[in-house]
């Protein structure tokens, strides 16, 4: 294959959906039905996930964000708790934990990975930590076991992470919780939705109170839950449903495609991918690169810029939480989190979808080694 020497004729979308007959027909059946709401579509896709995840319970709701909320408000976290969490996410997870009434703090991350570092939580715990939520960022499974070991509830933010293995064990039912995105730009994409995973028969069934305001028999009905509005619609259980079916093949694309990252930006001086644990497997969410300003010749910015002319889009995973205007404001005095601030001016992520063509990512590829010789030293 010739390498292109042009920049791309048509702009490369940084993660398009990889939608087909299977998800339309199964939608349109689904329409038909006259069925809308929660109902069987849904109760199939947690039978599915149940069975991908080898759990006993995985609870549909509407977003990832709800995941997350209805498993802090399930397991008791509210006013007066800290819970801790990783300032290298989307704000959804920190948000959350003051949804629930509760003080997020933010641990800082490991340099490699940019998963939370247990030996910052660590040092973190106290008499408020009600419970610990790791993120798998990017699809690299955040190391567990020492978190476990601290002894409080941890609530796992999965939204990248649907194929992750933790030291060959499947996540899912590893902790309290595990929560995952069925998010437009996810590995499985509903458009929007998400479920909760757990082994807890007495924390599933908080969940569901919680997530539905549900009827009782006849004609009368009765709450005993301040409920959320927080189902799946039927309808968008029919795109996740042939999404899940399909998530072996389009691994094996995505995996195409990130070994061909690794192979060209390994010839790139400043721009150096996350690191990836070979004793676990990375469900491959996310592709970032790290741009060190000092080597690459500019900042992740201006490289970010210059792709775009190029007609390529990337996206930024993540700016550090605690810096957000709304964080600045809530916790006016946190500490620097400095492994996350770096690593918040200097990533970048690539486009990656099983959507793309192996030309699509080549495409990519030789729009960085340009931008890279225009700036590189
Ligand atoms: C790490 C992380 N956590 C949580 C979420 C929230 O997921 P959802 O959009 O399904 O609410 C996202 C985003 O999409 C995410 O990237």
């Not at 939608?19 to 349109?28: F, G, K, N, S, T």
Request: with cysteine; charged share 20%; proline share 6%.
């Amino acid at each position: 294959m010739p390498e292109p020497t042009q920049r791309r004729a048509t702009f490369l979308g940084f993660q398009p959906p990889a939608i087909d007959d299977e998800e339309i027909d199964e939608v349109v059946a689904t329409l038909r039905s006259g069925w809308l709401t929660s109902g069987p579509k849904s109760r199939e896709l947690e039978a599915a996930f149940r069975e991908y995840l080898g759990v006993e319970h995985a609870l549909a709701v509407s977003s990832c964000t709800a995941a997350l909320h209805l498993s802090l408000v399930a397991l008791g976290v509210g006013p007066g708790d800290e819970v801790i969490t990783s300032p290298i996410t989307w704000p959804s997870t920190a948000n959350v934990i003051v949804h629930a009434g509760a003080t997020p703090v933010f641990a800082d991350v490991r340099p490699g990975d940019l998963n939370i570092d247990p030996e910052r939580v660590a040092e973190l715990v106290g008499p408020r930590t009600k419970a610990i939520v790791p993120v798998h960022f990017a699809g690299a499974a955040a190391d567990l076991d020492p978190l476990h070991a601290l002894g409080l509830p941890v609530v796992e933010d999965a939204a990248h992470a649907v194929e992750t293995t933790y030291r060959g064990r499947k996540i899912g039912g590893l902790s309290a919780t595990t929560c995952f995105s069925l998010y437009a730009t996810k590995n499985v994409a509903g458009g929007e939705g998400g479920i909760i995973a757990t082994n807890s028969a007495e924390v599933a069934a908080a969940v569901d109170a919680l997530r539905v305001m549900r009827r009782s028999h006849g004609s009368l009905y009765d709450i005993e839950t301040v409920g959320f509005k927080a189902n799946l619609s039927d309808v968008l259980a029919s795109i996740a449903l042939p999404q899940l079916r399909k998530i072996g093949r389009h691994r094996a694309i995505r995996e195409r495609h990130v070994a061909a990252y690794d192979a060209a930006v390994a010839g790139l001086d400043g721009i150096t991918p996350l690191e990836r644990d070979p004793r676990d497997t990375h469900a491959h969410h996310l592709y970032v690169v790290r741009i060190a300003a000092a080597r690459a010749g500019v900042t992740r910015d201006e490289y970010q810029r210059a792709l775009t002319e190029e007609n390529i889009g990337t996206s930024i995973h993540f700016l550090p939480v605690h810096r957000l205007t709304a964080y600045r404001r809530l916790l006016p005095d946190q500490p620097r989190l400095p492994v996350a601030e770096q690593a918040g001016d200097e990533i970048l992520s690539l486009p990656l979808s099983p959507a793309h063509s192996a030309d699509d990512i080549a495409d990519a590829i030789a729009a960085l080694q340009r931008v890279h010789a225009r700036f590189g030293a």
